[in-house]
T-cell receptor, first 108, second 112 residues
């Protein structure tokens, strides 16, 4: 079993829909990261959080430490949101474990 | 503009040849990392460096080597000992190991 599990693996949505991507982890962590990878391959860090909730524009990330679970929400989705979203957790010293990603396609 | 650059974006090499991938950052970050990404798998850590002239093996260091002679630069050499070198390679940096990592655009290496 992977230390970081994401669901769904693939997601297709209509423009304007509310989207949720889930991440579960099985290890103790100091922080959880949400990353976005566009088709060209470059990765952008969206959020780093250790508790509660963070919001940036149409993106919201939440984490429940007790349940070892995080969600990334996208409100009013747009085709430009199409990308792979990666959950990663920082655990022990210098250790970051990455999920395999959720591929999102938003159709106009 | 501050950021991380990797060059080249695409690289082709013949089997048995060593190849060096470049990673430069002007963010004044102490920590730098090299990851490998394969289809269907999460990023895997190859090597990391917390400070100049120091680096540590990650989870999949066999067949790779690095140097950290300058704070700004962390080149990765893929040697002929790496059995399956074709992959997408990403470099990242952070202020220190506890902080958010910033990623470069990546280099796609194909060994023919």
């Amino acid at each position: 079993k992977n230390e970081v599990e994401q669901s769904p693996q693939n997601l297709t949505a209509q423009e304007g829909e509310f989207i949720t991507i889930n991440c579960s982890y099985s290890v103790g962590i100091s922080a959880l990261h949400w990353l976005q990878q566009h088709p060209g391959g470059g990765i952008v860090s969206l959020f780093m959080l250790s508790s509660g909730k963070k919001k940036h524009g149409r993106l919201i990330a939440t984490i429940n430490i007790q349940e070892k679970h995080s969600s990334l929400h996208i409100t009013a989705s747009h085709p430009r949101d199409s990308a792979v979203y990666i959950c990663a957790v920082s655990g022990g010293y210098q250790k970051v474990t990455f999920g395999t990603g959720t591929k999102l396609q938003v159709i106009p | 503009d501050g950021g991380i650059t990797q060059s080249p974006k695409y690289l082709f090499r013949k089997e048995g040849q060593n190849v060096t991938l470049s990673c430069e950052q002007n963010l004044n970050h102490d920590a730098m990392y090299w990851y490998r990404q394969d289809p269907g798998q999460g990023l895997r850590l190859i090597y990391y460096s917390q400070i100049v002239n120091d680096f540590q093996k990650g989870d999949i260091a066999e067949g790779y080597s690095v140097s950290r002679e300058k704070k700004e630069s962390f080149p990765l050499t893929v040697t002929s000992a790496q059995k399956n070198p074709t992959a997408f390679y990403l470099c990242a940096s952070s202020i220190d190991w506890r902080d958010e990592q910033f990623f470069g655009p990546g280099t796609r290496l194909t060994v023919l």
